[in-house]
């Protein structure tokens, strides 16, 4: 089956710097993975996905990047602020889109 | 659009009692999920529809869960009897193609 495992469990940076999340997938066939966003109290928010034919995508102060050769996903934001605090998901699914398999999560620490 | 709509938005029962979580979709999406979150196992998917249809119930713990999708718009998630490490938040989903979108998640305690 497919595990989705996340490096840090908490990042802490000052508002203004920019951010990597990190997150690592077991299943080479993996085609298709989201990053998802969720505050407290919240469900997961969509940030951004990216398909496997592509190794990076930007998307407003957001870039994903996709090493499949190491089976390595990561979310950068730039300029974070302290309304990005939260806990980031990493989420993949495929081959051919099923279902998708979540990472442990992320916390996001924002200090102003 | 209202986006995935969950109630109740919290729950709090008695052991032995049964809970029903209910979910209406986003119009037009075609696949319904349901997840779990705790903190010891992050977020486990349940069970998944398409076009109304149980795809993978795999992810349902035991015979005390069930869940249904009568209509297009509609689903549940029974817990029959509850039991308090069933207390966790339950997340529904929706999607149109591989997109998720979350409901707000109906928090369950069960004492």
């Known amino acids: 089956g497919e595990s989705v495992g996340l490096h840090l469990p908490t990042l802490s940076v000052q508002e203004g710097d920019n951010s990597i999340i990190n997150c690592a997938y077991s299943?080479?066939?993996?085609?298709?993975f989201i990053w998802y966003k969720q505050e407290s109290g919240k469900g997961p928010q969509f940030i951004i996905d990216i398909r496997s034919n592509m190794d990076k995508r930007q998307g407003q102060r957001v870039t994903v990047l996709l090493n499949k050769t190491v089976k390595h996903l990561s979310l950068q934001i730039a300029a974070t602020q302290p309304g990005d605090s939260a806990v980031y998901f990493c989420a993949a699914a495929g081959p051919g889109y099923s279902t998708l398999t979540f990472g442990k999560g992320t916390m996001l620490l924002v200090s102003p | 659009d209202a986006g995935v709509i969950q109630s109740p938005r919290h729950e709090v029962t008695e052991m032995g009692q049964e809970v029903t979580l209910r979910c209406k979709p986003i119009s037009g999406h075609n696949s319904l999920f349901w997840y779990r979150q705790t903190m010891m196992r992050g977020l486990e998917l349940l069970i998944y529809f398409n076009n109304n249809v149980p795809i993978d119930d795999s992810g349902m713990p035991e015979d005390r869960f069930s869940a249904k999708m009568p209509n297009a718009s509609f689903s549940t998630l029974k817990i029959q009897p509850s039991e308090p490490r069933d207390s966790a938040v339950y997340f529904c989903?929706?999607?149109?193609?591989?997109?998720?979108?979350f409901g707000p998640g109906t928090r369950l305690t069960v004492t």
């Open positions: 989903a929706s999607s149109r193609r591989d997109e998720q979108y």
């Open positions: 299943n080479s066939a993996s085609d298709y």
